[in-house]
DNA sequence: CTATTGCGCAACCAAATAGTTGCATATATA
DNA sequence: TATATATGCAACTATTTGGTTGCGCAATAG
């Protein structure tokens, strides 16, 4: 079963349940009422996000609490990060591009 | 047939092909080279990376190169920045504990 | 102690997905 | 013009996935 963090954040449905238990760690019953689904159908997500670390739960009484791994997001961003130069790099090259027309057109070349 | 962003990229080999024509822009053929899937089923991956515009072709002669829409990978880090926020806030927190503590030593808690 | 509640888990099912095979089409080459 | 090459596309298959149903277990309430 593959199971890693790009996989996790491609369903709708768990990226709702990650963007609603960053705020506050919520139960599965509490996480279901916000979604058209079962507890069961959240039950399945919650599984796949801790399994890949995404998120830890904590047993109070017969509630469990489910809260974010807001650290592991970092990997996203990591794995972003290799862009991200790219595309500074293309506005460094817009910038430089555009320098030189204006001081083309300060020389009368326009 | 669902077709986003977050989709996309769940696809470890879709990934690697993303990584690939960042540099630059690559025929199927040359793609599939480098790793080891046949060229229909690369073919089938810039589809998918195609419809949802991660993806943009060039035709020349009988070679189609793909190049990859880098800003379209924003998206991404747009989604990223809801939880960005959160956790710079947690660093913020550390921070402003560490100099409680650090406070209290001063004045001989420890 | 019994009933209820919150939850996980396994079995099952329909839909989606990644990959293969076998074409068809257009461009290039001999 | 005949052949080779680069590619897309449709059909088929095995696997995965998201969801449902039903069960069992532990904690709480009555």
Same mark, same amino acid.
């Given at each position: 079963m593959r199971r890693d963090i790009f996989q996790a954040i491609a369903d709708p449905t768990r990226r709702a349940i990650i963007a609603l238990i960053a705020l506050q760690a919520m139960t599965p019953n509490a996480i279901a009422e916000h979604f058209d689904t079962s507890r069961q159908a959240v039950s399945k997500h919650l599984r796949v /996000?801790?399994?890949?670390?995404?998120? #830890?739960?904590?047993?109070?009484?017969?509630?469990?609490?489910?809260?974010?791994? @807001?650290? #592991?997001? &970092?990997? @996203?961003?990591?794995? /972003?990060?290799?862009?991200? &130069? @790219?595309?500074?790099?293309?506005?460094?090259? /817009?910038? &430089?591009?555009?320098a030189k027309i204006q001081k083309e057109r300060k020389h009368g070349k326009s």
């Amino acid at each position: 079963m593959r199971r890693d963090i790009f996989q996790a954040i491609a369903d709708p449905t768990r990226r709702a349940i990650i963007a609603l238990i960053a705020l506050q760690a919520m139960t599965p019953n509490a996480i279901a009422e916000h979604f058209d689904t079962s507890r069961q159908a959240v039950s399945k997500h919650l599984r796949v /996000l801790t399994e890949c670390e995404l998120v #830890k739960q904590t047993q109070q009484g017969r509630e469990i609490y489910y809260e974010l791994e @807001i650290s #592991k997001m &970092k990997e @996203i961003d990591k794995w /972003l990060n290799q862009f991200r &130069k @790219i595309w500074e790099e293309r506005f460094d090259n /817009l910038d &430089k591009y555009l320098a030189k027309i204006q001081k083309e057109r300060k020389h009368g070349k326009s």
